[in-house]
Nanobody
Framework: QVQLVESGGGLVQAGGSLRLACVVS????????MAWFRQAPGAEREFVAA????????AYTDSVKGRFTISRDNAKNTVYLQMNSLKPEDTAVYYC?????????????????WGQGTQVTVSS
């Protein structure tokens, strides 16, 4: 059974930083593209960032470009999201997702496995 477990969320002041981590177990990790999505209260889940199977290609939604960095460590079956210069509008539950192909996608329907989410709250 595939499991994705996120960690690293919390409360931070505007301008601060957090690093999220997602550990994948139960299947071969290196062949899967990974992504982070987020969902704010009353809003739809939205794409944040994606990384392909070997970390060579990444993609970001416009609102986080230059502030967030997605990366992966295949030896540790872990994907990360480094979040800098956080803003109150970044407040959301952040979800890790995996898809059974090597390339990433901003479409949440393209992902087969999801974590339970980790709360990120940015105070002004």
């Amino acid at each position: 059974q595939v499991q994705l477990v996120e960690s690293g969320g919390g409360l931070v002041q505007a301008g601060g930083s957090l690093r999220l981590a997602c550990v994948v177990s139960g299947r071969t990790f290196y062949s899967n593209a990974m992504a982070w999505f987020r969902q704010a209260p009353g809003a739809e889940r939205e794409f944040v960032a994606a990384v392909n199977w070997n970390g060579g290609r990444t993609a970001y939604t416009d609102s986080v470009k230059g502030r967030f960095t997605i990366s992966r460590d295949n030896a540790k079956n872990t994907v990360y999201l480094q979040m800098n210069s956080l803003k109150p509008e970044d407040t959301a539950v952040y979800y890790c997702a995996a898809r059974s192909v090597v390339g990433g996608s901003p479409d949440l329907s393209g992902y087969d496995y999801w974590g339970q989410g980790t709360q990120v709250t940015v105070s002004s």
